[in-house]
């Protein structure tokens, strides 16, 4: 029986002695990343099942548009340009609050929006463990 392909969800502990988290890919690329820090572990789990829940939603808001954009009800994708012009996506919940972002700009809205389906396609199953499992294998 073949392994059944997974994402990952990987929590951490940061210097400062909060949890942070990250999705990766079943490539091990990473997909998302948690926006800003958890006070202790429970919330940063908390913060996974949300992303699990949420990153299915079929609504993405394109801040990108010249003459202004559709501002959507939350929960939802919303896809900007940053400071070095390049795509990102972010996910908001329900209650508007940021779950995750994307790590890193893309050259492309299309590959902006395929970072989003990456998310929605690994999120839901994406097996969770520490940085010190991850690590080991």
Known sequence: MANELKGKFI???????????RLKAPNNE?????????????????GIESVRK??????????????GHETLSNPKFEIYVDKQGKFRYRLRANNGNL??????GYA???????????????AP?????SEQEFDKK
């Open 11 to 21: 929590y951490y502990k940061t210097p400062k002695g909060n949890f942070n988290f």
């Open 125 to 129: 199953t994406a097996d969770l463990m």
């Open 99 to 104: 779950l995750c972002i994307a790590e890193e």
């Open 30 to 46: 990473t997909i998302a990343v948690c926006e800003g820090a958890y006070t202790d572990l429970k919330s940063c789990k908390s």
């Open 108 to 122: 492309t809205k299309a590959s902006c929006k395929a970072g989003i389906a990456s998310v929605a396609k690994w």
């Open 54 to 67: 949420f990153c299915t939603i079929d609504k993405i808001e394109d801040q990108t548009l010249q003459k």
